[in-house]
């Protein structure tokens, strides 16, 4: 029986049980505030195990709400915030009435007098079979350039990638002040690794824009906190050097294209190498660098050629060698 930490099947996993053939693997989730609460037994052949195993259903006296930011029950499938009602809620926080009143809060599904739910802070959906998925954390919710967005969402997609071990996605501040997406990746050593450019195009599949971090930097594993947990306050104290050894342009395009991403993103200097998303752009300012090549270059550039040649040396030869469905010389 596990608990804790989201729980993720990997190879020596599976090798373990397919050794322990009298041995079953029960997937358990519940926080302090009311200890175990759900259940979700393994019970196939490990081979068959998913990957992210869902946190399961309630057990007896325990009753598990998904709500909205209004407490309102969400369908099966959309994501909200889990609650938790039942016998198993504790009386709230030792000398924090403050605390206990905003976390547990009163259950208005109940008809029992002084019944209450606890709002655990964690995302998840009900899914089809009426196990509950956990997503992530909505501490972990943020708003980029007017979006929405759950880093819980992004790992789960990128987790469900051939070759990835273990990632987390954090916001990080650029140079111009602005914040972006940075994807820490554990890689399988038994398993080829994947490019950045190919973590992207996967994610760009699932995902909208706005959704797919801006730079992958890979690791040989995630930080801990000494409970085991992912210590991303570690991860916001690495160095991310995204950009690459600056390298000079050497064509009137690749000139007028340094100055225009330097412009945009309001850096010193951009070398050809550097890449427009690793070194704070982002769709919006991505929008703005084709209305200046439009009007500097006289070239009539779609708005996913900065996505998929996002480096000036790369950008520039569309100019040379142009894809008619990508750019059109006005």
């Known amino acids: 029986?596990?608990?804790?930490?989201?729980?993720?099947?990997?190879?020596?996993?599976?090798?373990?049980?397919?050794?322990?053939?009298?041995c079953s693997l029960h997937n358990h989730y519940g926080p302090s505030e009311s200890h175990v609460i759900t259940y979700f037994p393994l019970a196939e052949s490990p081979e068959h195990w998913p990957e992210l195993p869902p946190l399961g259903r309630p057990i007896f006296n325990t009753l598990l709400y998904v709500l909205d930011e209004y407490q309102q029950p969400v369908p099966a499938g959309v994501v909200g915030e889990l609650y938790i009602g039942g016998a198993c809620l504790a009386h709230g926080y030792l000398h924090r009435p403050d605390m206990t009143a905003e976390?547990?809060?009163?259950?208005?599904?109940?008809?029992?007098?002084?019944?209450?739910?606890?709002?655990?802070?964690?995302?998840?959906?009900?899914?089809?079979?009426?196990?509950?998925?956990?997503?992530?954390?909505?501490d972990f919710q943020l708003k980029i350039h007017g979006f929405r967005i759950e880093l819980g969402e992004i790992e789960a997609v990128l987790g469900s990638m051939e070759g990835i071990k273990r990632c987390v996605v954090i916001a990080q501040e650029t140079q111009c002040g602005d914040k972006q997406l940075?994807?820490?990746?554990?890689?399988?050593?038994?398993?080829?690794?994947?490019?950045a450019k190919e973590l992207r195009h996967f994610l760009l599949t699932r995902l909208p824009d706005y959704m797919v971090p801006n730079s992958y930097v890979v690791l040989n594993d995630l930080p801990t906190t000494r409970s085991g947990k992912v210590d991303r306050r570690a991860l916001a104290a690495l160095c991310v050097n995204a950009a690459a050894e600056y390298r000079r342009p050497n064509s009137p395009e690749e000139e007028v294209l340094c100055s225009l991403f330097a412009e945009v993103l309001g850096l010193e200097r951009v070398g050809v190498d550097d890449n427009f998303f690793q070194i704070g752009g982002h769709s919006l300012l991505a929008t703005q660098?084709?209305?200046?090549?439009?009007?500097?270059?006289g070239v009539n550039l779609a708005l996913k050629a900065i996505f998929e040649t996002p480096t000036v040396?790369?950008?520039?030869?569309r100019f040379v060698q142009p894809d008619e469905a990508a750019l059109?010389?006005?």
């Open 182 to 195: 940075v994807a820490y990746v554990v890689f399988d050593p038994t398993r080829q690794h994947t490019t």
């Open 1 to 22: 029986m596990v608990g804790g930490e989201q729980l993720r099947i990997t190879e020596p996993i599976r090798r373990l049980f397919e050794s322990l053939k009298h």
């Open 313 to 317: 040396g790369e950008l520039a030869w």
């Open 328 to 330: 059109v010389r006005s």
């Open 103 to 138: 976390r547990f809060v009163s259950d208005s599904f109940s008809e029992t007098h002084g019944a209450r739910l606890y709002r655990t802070g964690d995302l998840a959906r009900y899914l089809p079979d009426g196990n509950i998925e956990f997503i992530g954390r909505n």
């Open 289 to 297: 660098l084709v209305s200046r090549i439009r009007a500097m270059l």
